[in-house]
């Protein structure tokens, strides 16, 4: 039986693959070496999930109790840490323009005095808006904690005045909101990041191998002896070549998927058999795409600069970074051209949000679509390997 395996062909275009990676360290960097790298740096960078303890510079000009009080209270906030307090406002600003603080809260003088007489006391608040996340995670942190503060001075002087503390409660709350933040209520940034960031770095390797491996039949001018060893079938070739990727990829993907549910502790809320489905598929659709784009440009260094290009847009244009409901009808219709995009609506109904199987199979089906753009380019590529003038082009 194994005699008859090492005869067919898919098996020793298996085997001329296995080769070629073990003699060549390029082979051994996209498939081994490069996705590990990049799929533990990844975890390890938004292991903690949440941003905590950014960086504040208070500045007291009151110098009060009430003030003092404050400070403690921002400090005792797990997304904030008080670094530096002055008494001047321009010292505060070198540190926020130095980048040694990410907001100022500026405690004026006469707080104390105001609060207690029932004069308005604002405090302002400068943060550094250049990092969107930093300055949310600071804004909102600064905010809830005065708010807090603000109405527990206000309950106090309520309950003082002969109010119980119902009465009070319900003056200074007059509307209770009752928040439910679904699918993902801690905010944490490794749940909708990371994963996808994981998952995003294996795609990509997946694709930029693919690339390599069917243009280095271009480059070295082994197109024929591929196509005689496949038996004179570009089908059989291409699955033979793909296969020990297919599978090394597929394998990393479910570290992935370890990573993510054992380690971290990431809901699965939906249905794992289909994740893992759709990675195998995703996976397939962006090694057909790499050879899509080799058979067009007919040159490796051509086909991995368009490929690269095309391939970073997609995390782009997936709506990770920026809401996809935020941006112009024509880049909506412009991210269906992205197989991540796809991915990551699948990813988010089964694993966060636990959507049923039928949810997903739309999803499944355009993936589908990029592999099926891969296979019509199977024809292109023969004709590609078998003609000279091709041969030798890096």
């Known amino acids: 039986m194994i005699s008859g395996m090492k005869q067919h062909p898919i098996f020793a275009v298996m085997l ?31 292991h903690q999930g949440v941003a905590k303890k950014l960086p504040v510079a208070v500045v007291d000009q009151d110098n009060s109790a009430l003030s003092i ?16 307090i002055v008494e001047d406002m321009f010292q505060a600003e070198e540190l926020l323009k130095q980048s040694v603080v990410d907001a100022i809260v500026l405690l004026p003088k006469g707080l104390e005095k105001n609060v207690f007489q029932g004069i308005q006391a604002p405090v302002p608040v400068y943060i ?29 002087k309520l309950m003082l005045a002969g109010k119980n503390q119902e009465q009070a409660m319900a003056r200074v709350v007059p509307v209770d909101i009752a928040k439910h933040i679904l699918f993902n209520p801690y905010s944490n940034y490794g749940y909708f990041l990371n994963s996808a960031m994981l998952y995003f770095t294996l795609f990509l ?60 502790g990431m809901p699965l809320k939906g249905s794992f058999l289909m994740l893992f489905a759709g990675q195998f598929i995703t996976i397939v659709a962006y090694q057909m795409l790499g050879l899509m784009f080799v058979a067009l440009t007919k040159n490796m260094r051509l086909s991995l600069s368009v ?39 699948l990813f988010i109904s089964q694993s966060l949000r636990g959507a049923p199987v039928q949810e997903a199979l739309p999803y499944i089906c355009y993936i589908l679509i990029f592999m099926l753009l891969g ?13 000279s003038k091709y041969w030798g082009k890096s």
């Open 16 to 46: 001329r693959e296995a080769e070629r990676i073990k003699h060549n360290p390029a082979y051994r960097f996209l498939l081994f070496g490069g996705p590990l790298v990049g799929i533990m740096l990844l975890f390890f960078i938004f």
């Open 69 to 84: 009080k404050v400070s403690n209270a921002l400090n005792a906030s797990s997304d904030v840490a008080i670094v530096e």
């Open 128 to 156: 550094n808006g250049t990092n969107v996340t930093v300055a949310g995670v600071v804004q909102r942190s600064v905010v809830t904690t005065l708010g807090t503060l603000s109405g527990g001075v206000q309950l106090k």
């Open 205 to 264: 390797f997946a694709f930029m191998s693919s690339v390599y491996t069917f243009g280095n039949e271009l480059k070295r001018g082994t197109g024929l002896n591929l196509l005689e060893t496949g038996n004179n079938s570009v089908r059989l070739a291409i699955a033979g070549k793909l296969f020990p990727y297919t599978l090394i990829f597929s394998g990393f993907s479910m570290v992935i998927a370890f990573l993510l549910y054992k380690v971290e």
């Open 307 to 345: 490929g690269s290009a095309y391939i970073m847009m997609g995390i782009t244009f997936s709506g990770l970074t920026f809401p996809m409901e935020g941006m112009p009808r024509l880049v909506r219709i412009i991210t269906s051209v992205f197989p991540f995009t796809w991915w990551e609506k």
């Open 375 to 387: 296979v019509a380019s199977f024809k292109m590529y023969k004709r590609t390997l078998g003609d």
